[in-house]
């Protein structure tokens, strides 16, 4: 098994790059979850989204953030008051 040696020139570019791809890691698994919880989206919607935010990262999350309309990723939720005896 080949080893993975990552080496930057300076602590900094490290820093960098490990905040910016946890900050990628964030937003990916954000629109899964989304994708998976959205009632609007059947099954061939939602394997094609995962297809779009796998296979090109950064172009298919921008791609979802834009294209899918809001009420669709984030639905209104229905509140129901907590039964309180009387």
Do not use: C
Not at 44 to 52: E, P, R, S, T
Request: no cysteine.
């Amino acid at each position: 098994m080949i080893p993975f040696n990552f080496s930057f020139s300076s602590t900094t570019s490290g820093l960098v790059f490990g905040a910016l791809w946890l900050i990628y890691i964030y937003l990916y698994w954000r629109a899964l979850f989304e994708i998976l919880r959205a009632p609007a989206f059947d099954v061939n919607d939602k394997i094609l989204w995962f297809l779009v935010i796998t296979m090109a990262p950064l172009i298919g999350l921008i791609t979802y953030w834009r294209m899918v309309p809001k009420h669709v990723r984030q639905p209104i939720m229905k509140f129901r008051p907590p039964n309180r005896p009387q």
